[in-house]
């Protein structure tokens, strides 16, 4: 393939990203709208409600985010008032996040909503073609988990692909 034959709306990583971000960024329609929360905090709330007290490298190594931006998401949620810092445990240095009450009830707010529309994108393709959309997203990640210069998965991806793969038959 020449430069000139190279299109970019048909390049699958251009594809792949555009998709995503069009999905992302109606979510934060959603829990902008409801709580004033951008694309980063909301990340990091939803990883706090399932790890419970964390530090901010737990969170970068999971909700794949830059450090600064999840530092930043996680000062604007505490000022809020949506998370609390504490000390480490054993290391005074360390700083474990955690979820509020008034982040618990925010999230309860939003959850349903942000599943409603993830219902209304998967609703559009029978479930054969979606549990074809997942095994091929999980050939493509199996492909990146062999290459060296990929970044790794993370634990929190490898269990939601594990839950989002068919049963077998």
């Not at 709306?9 to 990203?17: K, Q």
């Not at 971000?21 to 939803?46: D, F, I, K, P, Q």
């Not at 794949?64 to 604007?76: I, Y």
Request: net charge negative.
């Amino acid at each position: 393939m020449t430069p000139d034959d190279f299109h970019l709306s048909s390049f699958l990583p251009y594809r792949l990203a555009v998709l995503s971000e069009r999905v992302s960024r109606r979510l934060s329609v959603e829990y902008g709208r409801t709580h004033g929360l951008a694309v980063a905090e909301w990340r990091v709330m939803v990883h706090l409600l399932r790890c419970g007290a964390v530090s901010v490298r737990d969170i970068h190594n999971c909700v794949n985010l830059e450090k600064p931006r999840v530092s930043r998401a996680v000062s604007r949620l505490e000022a809020e008032g949506l998370v609390q810092k504490t000390q480490g445990e054993g290391d005074g240095r360390l700083v474990a996040i955690s979820l509020t009450d008034a982040g618990r009830r925010a999230l309860a707010d939003i959850i349903p909503a942000a599943t409603q529309i993830e219902g209304h994108l998967t609703g559009a393709v029978s479930a054969e073609d979606l549990a074809t959309f997942f095994r091929v997203m999980e050939r493509m990640h199996a492909v990146l988990d062999d290459d060296p210069e990929a970044k790794p998965r993370t634990v929190m991806d490898l269990d939601r692909d594990a839950k989002m793969m068919p049963s077998p038959v």
